[in-house]
């Protein structure tokens, strides 16, 4: 069930508990739904949490059907496949946050496309902004428990969409 905090904030995150896996890649298709062409996605979460599961449900919900792997040691995994264009980043190997920087990753924040970042915080002070963060983490009864917070205008658009859409069938 998806339900808005009653924190006295402007933008109360929205959650959700997610009970297995096929309730977070329903999660991620729903997100997909929501999408504009443009938008920074920061993904939070320890290891197994859930951000490639969600990120493998967003790109499928895109009608992407090919293998969908954490880019942990590729840094970036492009999917032009889709409508709009994605950029799934996994920056968990990074010692310094120069290494941003010398792969040139700021290039793939210019222009169009989703950006979807895991372990952000190993990119300070050179990523860009988010505009929507996703925090996953496992559940004391068991699943894993989804919360989106919107944090600019176009992150705001994309949550009121996702908090809209109706579930995919399997979440029903």
């Known amino acids: 069930m998806l339900h808005a905090h009653s924190e006295h ?6 959650s959700l508990h997610l009970v297995d896996e096929n309730a977070t890649l329903a999660a991620g298709e729903r997100l997909a739904g929501a999408l504009p062409g443009r938008l920074t996605i920061y993904l939070r979460g320890d290891l197994g949490a859930g951000k490639t599961t969600l ?8 009608g992407f059907t090919g293998k ?15 409508r709009i264009a994605i950029y799934h ?7 310094d946050a120069e290494e941003f920087l ?3 990753l ?9 950006r ?13 902004a988010a505009d929507v963060e996703i925090r ?27 908090t809209t859409r109706t579930p995919p069938p399997a979440t029903r």
């Open 68 to 82: 969908v792997k954490s880019p942990t040691y590729t840094l970036v995994e492009p999917y032009k496949d889709s």
């Open 89 to 95: 980043f996994d920056f968990y190997r990074f010692t």
């Open 9 to 14: 904030d402007s933008d109360p995150p929205a």
């Open 106 to 114: 700021d290039e793939y924040f210019e222009g169009d496309g989703v």
């Open 116 to 128: 979807l970042v895991e372990w952000p915080d190993r990119a300070q002070p050179y990523l860009p």
């Open 55 to 62: 990120t493998r449900g967003l790109l499928r919900g895109l």
């Open 102 to 104: 010398e792969a040139g």
């Open 136 to 162: 996953l983490w496992i559940a004391a009864s068991g699943g894993r428990e989804l919360e989106l917070r919107a944090l600019s205008t176009e992150g705001r658009r994309c949550l009121e969409n996702f």
